[in-house]
């Protein structure tokens, strides 16, 4: 005679299912935090290359940075100076004009994309570079003017990278996107 199977009783899912999540939810999170402390800890031995002197910059040749209408200055970047070095930074020359015209002033800066943070290395007084005696590196938010950070999300960096080459940076900033902060 065949023997019927035996049925065990029911267990109730709902606290298996959420035990299950909770666990998931802990690996997810411990995953996150090792992943943090690894880009902390290379942070942390990063070092900056030794800056090379300020450009030569030509103000025919300038691209401009797309910024707001109520904006009484246009900003804008001779390609020519945009140079990535093997730190990350990426180092430009920027002219600030009025939009009525007149006269101009110009800056040697440094943009860190890892970080989203910049550095003004020098200023342009009378036909001559002024050298910032102790630059420091500061957040975008806490500038005064907006140019640095639209300048960084329109076309310097992808994220928190520099984008891929030089010429894509112009390409960018021929033709800013705005992508999705």
Not at 27 to 54: H, I, R, Y
Not at 108 to 116: I, N, P, Q, S, V
Request: aromatic share 10%; charged share 25%.
């Amino acid at each position: 005679m065949p023997t019927l199977p035996t049925i065990l009783p029911r267990r109730p899912i709902r606290p298996l299912f959420r035990a299950s999540r909770t666990l998931l939810l802990a690996c997810a999170l411990g995953g996150a935090a090792l992943a943090q402390a690894q880009l902390f800890s290379k942070d942390a031995d990063w070092k900056e290359t030794e800056v090379p002197p300020p450009p030569a910059f030509d103000q025919n040749k300038l691209v401009a940075i797309d910024m707001p209408p109520y904006m009484t200055l246009k900003f804008g970047i001779d390609p020519g100076t945009i140079k990535v070095s093997d730190d990350g930074v990426v180092r430009y020359v920027v002219v600030a004009t009025h939009k009525e015209g007149g006269g101009f002033n110009a800056f040697y800066e440094g943009l860190r994309c890892a970080t989203a943070e910049y550095k003004s290395y020098a200023r342009f007084n009378n036909g001559s570079w002024d050298l910032t005696p102790a630059p420091e590196w500061k957040r975008l938010g806490d500038r005064n003017s907006t140019y640095t950070k639209a300048l960084a999300t329109q076309a310097l960096c992808r994220g928190n990278a520099p984008r891929a080459s030089v010429g894509e940076m112009v390409r960018y900033l021929r033709a800013p996107v705005r992508e999705v902060e």
